[in-house]
């Protein structure tokens, strides 16, 4: 049942005018709907919402992914509008271009900023392989 949905995601930001300047400066995201205290996005089929909050997400998880056709062509358009991306040089985890590649079973966890949102390039459906992603700061 719940496979056929659309999802949607809720953020919490604490300064909500400094994160739609971000969604819109270097992600070139407009809000599709704007009520007190939160910004509503759609993004192909699915939404996120931000929503004005005194806590904080604990960011020790991605927040929220796109999954994209051209992970290289959106990370460098991306870093052309100003988007600082994580950078990460351990053994089992090195970003090459901005980009590192995980195992789609064994995601390892690691400490993302609390800002974070990755960004994916998965494979279809059946096709073995990593998944490639990169994270904004």
């Known amino acids: 049942m719940l496979e056929d949905g659309k999802v949607a995601a809720r953020i919490p930001v604490q300064d909500l005018q400094r ?6 400066e270097k992600l070139g995201l407009e809000p599709s709907e704007e009520r007190p205290g939160g910004l509503l996005y759609r993004c192909g089929e699915g939404e996120f919402a931000l929503f004005e909050s005194r806590g904080a ?5 991605t927040q929220m992914g796109w999954e994209v056709e051209d992970i290289e062509a959106t990370v460098e358009w991306l870093r ?5 991306f994580e950078e990460y040089d351990f053994p089992d985890l090195r970003t090459v271009n901005r980009i590192t590649e995980v ?6 966890e690691w400490g ?3 800002d974070a949102l990755a960004i994916h390039s998965l494979n279809r459906m059946g096709d073995a392989g990593p998944v490639r992603r990169c ?3």
Do not use: M
């Open 112 to 114: 993302i900023r609390r």
């Open 135 to 137: 994270d904004i700061l």
């Open 103 to 108: 195992e789609l079973a064994e995601e390892p």
């Open 19 to 24: 994160a739609r300047t971000f969604y819109a």
């Open 57 to 61: 997400a604990s960011g020790d998880h």
């Open 80 to 84: 052309a509008c100003g988007v600082v």
